[in-house]
């Protein structure tokens, strides 16, 4: 999952990043409303998170902008000011949800997690797809209800996978959002990485969850739980 | 506290009576007094002139009423002749008719000891005409004869060649004072007609005169609700000299009360982004631990502290004068919108009955900071569905003319926890279990505009916030 940060408070930024890398997020930063508006637009992010007292730009303007934009990501708000008024101005300009400083990080990752989710069509955080399972708040994946371990990588083109089954997803899209801008894109990384993902999910060759579309990219092919 | 705090606020939070806007027509209304005051020296005035006039007209009528005694007096002692039996009667001819003919009005005698002569008008009176005088001497005095009251001019005459020597003769006339009375209430009567009605027209050109001087203070203070109530913003121009600066100064201070308040929570909300962001920081930052989590929770009661002082501080509590209403309808959908997509990871359902009139009269971000305190607390507990009704109250004390009811279907709030939520703005630190400082600062709101704030339970089976506020 690729995540922009819009902060211009350089500590909380950093601490931020630092943290969403360590929870298996691509973070790309921004220090203010100009550099955040031509990341968000640019990037192929999936959520991005924006504080609203910006220098330049203003975060309101930002996330309008954006809107304007067509980028459909869904956007978190940080705000320190904390009133309703913000909040509905905030959500009106096109934002999805908000958290307000000083927060904890789990409550900024829960929130994105579920941003994340409810734009893929999930319901709950549990992401079921007939055998396997994907716990998004724990990262854990139970195949038949037998754990499977994965590498963070594995998890993350998993989870992505997941959140959009049914929809084909590019091999340039998932190496965006996996790495940072500066990855040769041309390795055959994400063809090793899936390969890895398949022989732990099916050993058997059975259930085939990940089809390949050649030319186009990966499908997740199991069709996700009605419940969920 | 406890319990019994529930009881004891709500007994003190009846209806307030609001400082009283100026009333249209008092007893100490400016043209009141003033009319008050013009005619009571009005009438002194011409109480006098009627008496000063009255007594003139007197004095003017009792002259021409003794000239005609002493004229009707000369001519009878002119044309008194001795008669043969030894008295004195005057010569036919020479009389006026008028004592000729019977009730006439003019009556006279002539007297001495032993003769008298009657004047043929007093035939059937019962006429007396007084004593003989002493010679020389002579008398005005009144009678009635029958029913009429005349005055009676007696005088003692001695004739020179009067056969009985020593022997006087007193003349009298009498003069029917009933033409004269008659006159004199005629013109009394005429007087005060006439008094009345010149008082009357002063007294009306006078009110006609005020109302039109009056008339921009009257304007001024129409002009002065419809800031109070929120139809316009501040007061017109056009106003004559002597006014002009008063409005101009009630525009600044108003206009002034507004930037004012703009001004303070602009640095209020400054204030909170330059101590929230180094907090978040500090949070974010925070190393595992026991250490970590000593400073996070401290972290957290400082930011708990900042949050509820500075929104408290913020809330205006309706001092912004000439603010438009707030159409409480909009307000509520846009809250609706923005609390769907915050809580779309919920299956809950916002009903809203908001009355489309229904309009609350303060600060808007006051009334949004309320609802949306509520609304938020009510998303957060509910199982499924919230309702927000909102209303004016026809006939309700002016603080309490709109109805705001949030509730939910939710485990409710228990007795113990109602009576908390009134007491949080003493002890921000001190959480109520699984309510935010939102209840507290939405108690504090409803406080500050002099409102109502009771918590009961819904038939929807949650917790029902009724609230009653200023508006429309």
Redesign the interface.
């Known amino acids: 999952m690729r995540v922009l940060v819009v902060e211009d408070?350089a500590?909380?930024r950093e601490?931020?990043k630092n943290?969403l890398a360590a929870s298996g997020f691509t973070v790309d930063v921004a220090a203010d409303g100009n550099e955040g508006l031509f990341a968000g637009q640019e990037n192929a992010l999936d959520v991005a998170i924006i504080d609203l007292?910006l220098p330049g730009l203003a975060g309101l303007e930002v996330i309008r902008r954006l809107r304007a934009a067509r980028k459909t990501y869904p956007i978190l708000i940080?705000t320190?000011?904390?009133?309703?008024?913000d909040?509905?101005e905030g959500?009106?300009a096109g934002a999805?949800?908000?958290v307000?400083?000083?927060?904890?990080?789990e409550e900024v990752l829960a929130r994105l997690q579920?941003l994340l989710?409810?734009a893929g069509g999930w319901?709950s955080p549990q992401l079921k797809c007939g055998p396997i399972v994907l716990d998004t708040r724990a990262q854990t994946i139970t195949v038949q209800d037998a754990s499977v371990e994965l590498t963070t990588f594995e998890y993350r083109i998993l989870e992505h996978l997941m959140l959009r089954a049914g929809e084909v997803v590019s091999k340039a899209e998932l190496t965006e959002r996996l790495y940072d801008q500066d990855f040769e894109r041309d390795s055959n990384v994400i063809e090793v990485l899936m390969g890895r993902l398949r022989r732990k999910l099916d050993p058997q060759d059975q259930l085939r969850p990940i089809e390949t579309l050649r030319g186009r990219g990966y499908r997740f092919a199991l069709a996700r739980d009605a419940a969920s | 506290m406890g319990a019994a705090t529930v009881s004891r606020w709500r007994a003190t939070r009846r209806p307030r009576v609001t400082p009283a806007p100026l009333k249209r027509h008092t007893v100490h209304s400016l043209s009141r007094r003033l009319l008050v005051s013009v005619s009571v020296p009005l009438a002194l005035f011409f109480g006098v002139m009627m008496l000063v006039l009255d007594s003139g007209f007197r004095a003017l009528s009792e002259r021409s009423l003794q000239e005609v005694l002493d004229s009707q007096m000369v001519s009878l002692i002119a044309a008194a002749e001795p008669q043969p039996n030894g008295g004195y009667a005057p010569v036919p001819h020479a009389l006026d008719p008028r004592l000729a003919t019977p009730r006439s009005g003019l009556y006279a005698e002539i007297r001495s000891q032993r003769h008298q002569w009657r004047s043929p008008s007093s035939a059937g009176l019962d006429a007396d005409f007084g004593t003989l005088l002493p010679s020389g001497e002579r008398n005005l005095s009144y009678a009635s004869f029958g029913h009429d009251r005349v005055a009676i001019e007696s005088r003692a005459i001695q004739f020179e060649d009067d056969p009985n020597g020593t022997r006087g003769l007193t003349f009298s006339v009498a003069v029917s004072l009933s033409p004269y009375e008659e006159q004199l209430w005629r013109f009394r009567q005429e007087l005060i007609g006439w008094f009345i009605a010149l008082m009357l027209i002063l007294l009306v050109t006078l009110a006609a005169l005020l109302r039109w001087v009056l008339a921009p203070v009257r304007r001024m203070q129409r002009e002065i609700y419809e800031v109070e109530g929120g139809v316009s913003e501040k007061l017109g121009t056009g106003y004559p000299r002597e006014l002009s600066g008063v409005a101009t100064n009630l525009n600044a201070l108003l206009l002034g009360e507004r930037k004012r308040v703009a001004r303070y929570r602009d640095t209020l909300g400054n204030l909170a982004h330059s101590l929230k962001t180094p907090l978040a920081v500090m949070r974010a930052s925070l190393p595992g631990g026991e250490a970590g989590a000593t400073i996070g929770a401290e972290i957290d009661r400082m930011s708990g502290i900042i949050a509820h002082q500075l929104k408290r501080a913020a809330a205006s509590g309706g001092a912004l004068l000439g603010a438009a209403p707030v159409e409480v309808a909009q307000l509520a959908a846009e809250l609706r919108a923005t609390l769907l997509k915050v809580y779309a990871g919920k299956d809950l359902a916002i009903e809203l009955a908001v009355a489309p009139e229904a309009q609350f009269i303060g600060d808007r971000s006051d009334l949004t900071e309320l609802m949306g305190n509520l609304l938020d607390n009510a998303c957060k507990w509910c199982r499924s569905r919230v309702r927000l009704g909102a209303a004016p109250v026809y006939g309700a004390g002016p603080r309490e003319r709109l109805s705001l009811v949030v509730e939910d279907d939710g485990p409710g709030i228990s007795e113990q926890d109602r009576a908390r939520v009134g007491q949080r703005g003493v002890r921000a630190d001190e959480n109520v279990p699984g309510h935010g400082l939102g209840l507290a600062m939405v108690h504090d709101t409803v406080e500050l505009y002099g409102g109502r704030l009771v918590i009961d339970t819904s038939p929807l089976g949650g917790a029902r916030f009724s609230l009653r506020l200023p508006g429309r």
């Open positions: 408070e500590a909380l601490t931020l943290r007292g940080l320190a000011r904390d009133n309703w008024q909040k509905v959500l009106q999805d949800d908000y307000a400083k000083p927060f904890h990080f579920a989710r409810r319901a």
